[in-house]
């Protein structure tokens, strides 16, 4: 485990670019962090580094969003409002999770019992006291 520290947006989705850079086909990503901490810009970033020119839009009224067009598809999910794990089941979710794209799960903390043995989880936090700019980025592999 270990943790990265930006200091500005633009840190932030440079961390992104290079995760997206260095991602392999079949990884699953999990994204954690309250409102307004950078999940977007984090995101926006790791598509950057896949080659997708696609805008990025949170997918808060669909739980996934696709994007085919980069270095390997990429889906992006947010389970925020997530009800049961059941509607999981009916998005199909194993066909993304285990298929050869990209995965990334914001708030992939509340499927818990549906996520693969192994994916990587980043957690963003604030911390005032460095300024209102001031990111830690943590990456554990689980
Ligand atoms: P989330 O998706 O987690 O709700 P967003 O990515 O939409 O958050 O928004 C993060 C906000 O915080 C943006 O307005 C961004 O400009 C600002 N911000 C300030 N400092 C940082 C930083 N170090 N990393 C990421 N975003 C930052
Ligand atoms: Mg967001």
Redesign the pocket.
Known sequence: MHFIE????????QLGRTLGEQAQPGEVYT?I????????????GIAKGLLIEEPIC?PTFTIVQAYGQGRMPFYHFDVYRIGEIEEMDEIGYEDYFYGQGLTMI?WGNLIQEILPEHYREIQ?V?DFEKG????R?TIKEI
């Open positions: 930006t200091f500005s947006p633009e840190e932030t989705f994204l962090g309250d409102l307004g901490t950078g999940k977007t810009v984090l995101t926006q949170s914001e963003i604030k209102f700019d001031y990111r980025i």
